[in-house]
């Protein structure tokens, strides 16, 4: 039973720092494509950031150079972070880690939302 937990939101300043993270547990695959998705109030889900088995990542254009994602691995113990700085008001939105085996690179930007099996509770972040 595949299970993803993410924590860290908050309410914070614009201008201010988050780092969220994402702890899946039962998830095994070795090839694994892990994202932070938002939707914003009144919005759709939007991707945010993406990261493969090997490292590789893909930014939104409206969080690069602002939001990194990146992924530690302990063992089997896999553990997503999404580090988001300089935050805007219009980045407030429930934020939701998400895990599929499939190619995290797609085309120009990453993975869609339709294509995630695993999603998270989310967790909300709110700056003002």
């Known amino acids: 039973h595949v299970q993803l937990v993410e924590s860290g939101g908050g309410s914070v300043p614009a201008g201010g720092s988050l780092t969220l993270s994402c702890a899946p547990s039962g998830y095994t695959s070795s090839s694994v494509c892990m994202a932070w998705l938002r939707r914003a109030p009144g919005k759709a889900v939007e991707g945010v950031a993406a990261?493969?088995?090997?490292?590789?990542?893909?930014?939104a254009d409206s969080v690069k150079g602002r939001f990194t994602i990146s992924m530690s691995r302990d063992n089997d113990k896999i553990t997503l972070y999404l580090q988001m700085d300089s935050l805007k008001p219009e980045d407030s939105a429930m934020y939701y880690c998400?895990?599929?085996?499939?190619?995290?690179?797609?085309?120009?930007?990453?993975?869609?939302?339709?294509?995630?099996?695993?999603w998270g509770q989310g967790t909300q972040v709110t700056v003002s």
């Open positions: 998400a895990a599929e085996e499939i190619p995290c690179m797609v085309g120009g930007g990453m993975a869609k939302k339709d294509d995630f099996g695993f």
């Open positions: 990261i493969d088995s090997d490292g590789r990542t893909r930014s």
